[in-house]
């Protein structure tokens, strides 16, 4: 009985200290009013007549009052009516919604005595938002109770635990994945004081571990196998595949979709996330069954379909949602300054970066890393068992500022800020967290192809193949010797037997299609849509002649990987170097791009959707430099440099990744490190083996009706 004594009197101390700190925020943005409207010529508290001074404040009150209860009761109502509107579309709409919220609360106000032009409501609405935010958050702060439930009201959670629920004990895992952070990069962030918190987790015993990555050193091919345990047939970032006529590019919805129902297929399982997980700005679901921003369900429709109410809980507040649309157009301002600064300097490697870039930049720096990040807080404050998100802020600006510099450092920073917050919360978690850090490829540096060379990959094929080219092309060195080669190897060709290689030549189409060429970062592939099989070299030998020697011997290209009926398949590089796959080792004409090279190329040419050419661009070993077949100056897809070398950070009281002398290689490796780390957690997260792929293993995926296919481009 005097414990409920006790308990009841908690909770009217509770109640007090939440009452006050109403009135207090209630006050403070009367206040803020009051100084808005005598400083906005726009906007007003008084009558036409004119009002005492007590008058106006409690008008300003009355309308502070409304504007903060309209913000409570109707801003979730319209952000929830807008789930389908996309988040980057919702994020520029927030100041217009919380203007038009001020001007609704200034006409509630009896006797007509507040007023504001709509563009002056808005900016009058963004100041009271975001005082009102700040107010509250520090009276919170030293309050543990009273911090923990403005978490859970600002992550979307309305039930935080009761005072004397009993601790889960069971730690959750939360994998954070930095986008494109490589572990060069990493190491030289903390050593240069960019990450705090980062060095942080080292200085406690975190174990900071690289791993490489396969052939594809792209997010499609590293998160499907880190989430899903197989990344088999993915060959690039983007590919055709022959027997259905489908360009599959790993970012878009349709071709995310099947290549998780592919992998779901293939191990007949879910995914990492399968039991109580939640996947926050991901490529693919993993298994979970709450969804954040995940590219494989965004494109579906029905009531199943979660992806878009990840990003509810967060602009639900309205002062997140100003926050956030503030910082967004604070980004698109930075890019623009930072571009222009580096044209005027006339900076080299320099790509384009206007168009919608900004936009593009402010996005998955801004928006998408406030809403991942408030929803992993959301799901750890809900004690789920294993959330895997993805931060991509650092791989967007790499892209087109380059892996090193002032742009990619203040990146990292912010980054940090948001490990940290996340490391803050599991103080408040009702289990304790593990927090694991990852990255699912690095980013190499280097000149475009086409800026080192003046053509791209696709106008030397076509001059290989001796195929129209463009004027600019035919005026550049490699674009000429190709065209020559291409010219004199026709005319050996005329003068030569058919058949003089001894092959039994299979028929080929009288009127060959152009071919298909495609770029993945510093990796190429090059497809002949007509030939329903995968080509061999003594077939495109005898269609264009000059092709593949060209591409080998040009000083852009590290090596080209052809299918032979004679080899089997094989590389070839410049010098006339050729070298069976079957007898490919880490020397010769893949040394420089590293210890398991010859493993990943040998593993990607068992893929039955490989290119009939496979191209990858050479690596200077000794400042790292590729070229990228695609405008980027930070790039990954293939192999050579930093791309190749992620990162694996785990606290200490997980078994190492792999024992003492041995390598972490491959995506799918990764996944079974992760399996074993939630295994290794009391009580069983996720199966030990894999179960028999069966005819109901795709029942996980959110997907009800075949998948359209892609339109080429």
């Given at each position: ?54 008058r106006?404040?409690?008008t300003?009150?009355?309308?502070a ?40 609360a ?8 507040g ?22 958050t ?34 959750g ?18 050593d ?7 060095a ?11 791993w ?21 047939d ?29 992998a ?25 069954d709450?969804?954040?921003l ?15 109410a990840?990003?509810f ?33 006339r900076?080299?490697?320099r790509v ?6 900004p ?9 998408e ?31 087109h ?60 094929v ?18 000429s ?18 058949d ?31 030939v ?12 264009h ?14 090596f ?8 089997g ?30 493993d990943?190329?040998?593993?990607t040419d ?10 990858n ?5 000794v ?14 897809g ?10 694996l ?18 995506a ?33 995926l ?12």
């Amino acid at each position: 009985m005097g414990d409920g004594r006790w308990g009841g009197a908690d909770r009217w101390r509770a109640a007090g200290r939440a009452l006050a700190r109403v009135v207090v925020v209630w006050a403070v943005s009367t206040l803020t009013m009051l100084v808005l409207a005598g400083v906005l010529p726009d906007f007003q508290l008084q009558s036409a007549d004119g009002d005492s001074l007590t008058r106006t404040a409690l008008t300003a009150a009355s309308a502070a009052g409304a504007f903060g209860l309209l913000g409570a009761l109707v801003w979730p109502l319209l952000v929830r009516a807008l789930l389908l509107v996309p988040a980057l579309v919702l994020g520029l709409l927030v100041f217009f919604l919380n203007g038009s919220l001020l001007l609704v609360a200034l006409w509630l106000i009896p006797d007509g005595r507040g007023a504001a032009d709509p563009e002056t409501a808005v900016v009058v609405a963004a100041a009271m938002s975001a005082v009102a935010s700040a107010t509250s958050t520090a009276l919170a702060v030293r309050d543990d109770d009273a911090y923990r439930r403005r978490l859970y009201r600002l992550t979307g959670r309305t039930r935080p635990r009761a005072p004397g629920d009993a601790p889960e004990h069971t730690p959750g895992t939360v994998f954070l994945q930095l986008d494109g952070v490589g572990h060069r990069v990493l190491r030289r962030a903390v050593d240069d004081g960019l990450m705090p918190t980062v060095a942080g987790l080292l200085d406690a015993g975190h174990r900071l571990t690289p791993w490489r990555t396969d052939w594809s050193s792209q997010t499609g091919a590293s998160q499907l196998g880190i989430l899903h345990g197989s990344n088999e047939d993915v060959p690039a970032f983007r590919w055709y595949e022959k027997d259905t006529g489908r360009l599959m590019v790993s970012n878009r919805p349709s071709s995310a979709v099947e290549l998780q129902r592919r992998a779901v297929r293939r191990t007949g399982d879910g995914g990492l996330l399968t039991f109580d997980g939640a996947s926050r700005g991901n490529l693919f679901s993993g298994g979970a069954d709450q969804l954040a921003l995940v590219l494989s369900m965004a494109g579906r429709r029905g009531p199943r379909n979660r992806s878009r109410a990840g990003y509810f809980a967060y602009f639900s507040d309205p002062a997140n949602a100003v926050r956030t649309a503030g910082s967004f157009v604070t980004e698109c301002l930075r890019e623009t300054v930072q571009s222009t600064r580096a044209l005027l300097r006339r900076d080299t490697p320099r790509v384009s970066r206007g168009g919608t870039y900004p936009f593009v930049r402010a996005f998955a720096t801004v928006l998408e890393r406030d809403v991942v990040v408030s929803a992993v807080m959301g799901d750890m404050l809900a004690g789920r068992t294993a959330v895997y998100a993805d931060l991509v802020a650092y791989d967007e600006v790499a892209h087109h500022s380059g892996p090193h510099g002032r742009d990619t450092d203040q990146v990292l920073r912010r980054l940090d800020r948001s490990v940290g917050l996340i490391v803050t919360v599991a103080e408040h978690a009702p289990r304790p967290y593990r927090i694991v850090l990852l990255s699912d490829h690095g980013q190499s540096p280097g000149e475009t192809f086409e800026g080192a060379y003046g053509l791209t990959l696709k106008d030397l094929v076509r001059a290989g193949c001796g195929l129209p080219v463009p004027r600019r092309v035919r005026r550049t060195r490699s674009g000429s010797e190709a065209r020559d080669a291409a010219r004199d190897a026709l005319r050996l060709a005329l003068h030569r037997p058919v058949d003089e290689t001894g092959e039994s030549a299979r028929e080929l189409p009288a009127r060959p299609s152009e071919p298909v060429v495609l770029a993945s970062g510093n990796l190429g592939l090059i497809s002949f849509p007509d030939v329903p099989h995968r080509m061999t070299r003594e077939e495109i030998e005898r269609r264009h002649p000059a092709l593949l020697r060209t591409l080998a011997h040009h000083p852009g290209i590290g090596f080209v990987l052809v299918a032979s009926a004679e080899h089997g398949s094989v590389v070839l590089a410049g010098g006339g170097t050729e070298v069976p796959v079957a007898e490919l080792d880490d020397t010769g004409p893949l040394a420089v791009f590293g210890p398991g090279a010859a493993d990943a190329v040998r593993r990607t040419d068992g893929f039955p959707h490989v290119a009939d050419v496979m191209v990858n661009s050479m690596h200077d070993p000794v400042t790292g430099a590729v070229h990228a077949f695609e405008e980027q100056i930070g790039s990954h897809g293939g192999l050579g440099g930093e791309q190749t070398r992620p990162f694996l950070l785990s606290p200490p009281e997980l078994s190492a990744p792999v024992g003492p002398g041995e390598e972490l290689a491959g995506a799918e490796q990764v996944h079974r490190v992760l399996r074993r780390w939630l295994r290794e957690c009391e009580g069983p997260q996720v199966p030990v083996e894999n179960p028999p792929s069966t005819d109901g293993s795709e029942s996980v995926l959110p997907v009800e009706r075949p998948v359209a296919q892609d339109k080429k481009r």
